[in-house]
């Protein structure tokens, strides 16, 4: 018995990108592909998957996904890297913390940032560059443009302008967590109404189409960084946003 690509992600509750993406990244290749060019899958593909989307609920890679079901490592020394991982990712989170606090300090006239360094202790170059590469590697070339648009807008903003910016995703994270609390579904009123907030918000870095939002959506819900944000807002809320986005992309955006 085979299932089509549509008929998985409607199991699955991924969506038809996502498996054409593990296909192309040779993460779970269909059991055959029609004349037509439809993938068909069948039972030993969605095994697999099955252990693809258990190994991402905990937060790993898709690169370290495919290599434990490769066999080049195993599941136990994978998951002891990963621990090592969120711990020393608690402590980068409570030093960003920090550097806010004394931003805020500093901005409401209590106390005076030391010394400039300061201001950026926390950041982490090395991830942004991953996320780049990773929305290149997913939608080619057509992406670095406007990359290099966000760039461009953000190379001015002061400490104040990016603790802004990152209160405000958090502020629209929580809004997320409460609408998908709420049982209203991706594509009601009340979700498209947090959406259009976060694409305003998305809006002063830039401009994404109907594509790339939905792609960063899809972004939200792959990343364990960005959906551990999410789902620290109630299990579930990084799927909620990303078929939200993708709800709101089709409606509004061309």
């Known amino acids: 018995m085979s299932w089509s690509i549509a008929e998985v992600a409607r199991m699955a509750k991924v969506t038809s990108r996502t498996l054409r993406h593990y296909d192309a990244i040779g993460l779970l290749a269909p059991a055959r592909t029609g004349g037509n060019g439809y993938r068909y899958y069948e039972r030993e593909q969605l095994l697999r998957l099955q252990q693809i989307l258990l190994l991402r609920d905990l937060g790993l890679g898709l690169d370290t996904v495919a290599e434990v079901l490769d066999g080049r490592h195993t ?15 608690r402590e980068r989170l409570a030093l960003l913390a920090a550097t806010v606090t004394r931003t805020i300090d500093e901005l409401e006239g209590r106390t005076a940032v030391s010394r400039t360094e300061e201001l950026f202790d926390g950041f982490d170059a090395d991830r942004q560059a991953r996320y780049e590469a990773e929305l290149v590697e997913r939608f080619g070339e057509r992406v670095v443009e406007p990359i290099a648009e966000g760039k461009e807008r953000m190379k001015g903003w002061s ?96």
């Open 75 to 89: 599941a136990l020394d994978v998951l002891h890297n990963h621990l090592a991982w969120l711990r020393a990712e």
């Open 159 to 254: 400490p104040a302008d990016a603790a802004g910016f990152k209160a405000e995703w958090e502020e629209i994270a929580a809004a997320f967590g409460e609408v998908a609390a709420s049982g209203a579904a991706p594509d009601s009123a009340e979700a498209l109404a947090v959406t259009a907030r976060h694409h305003r918000w998305l809006l002063r870095s830039w401009t994404p189409n109907r594509e790339s939002y939905t792609g960063l959506g899809q972004l939200y819900a792959d990343s364990p960084e960005f959906r551990a944000q999410l789902d620290a807002h109630g299990a579930g809320v990084a799927n909620y946003t990303r078929d939200a986005m993708a709800a709101f992309a089709a409606a509004e955006l061309d």
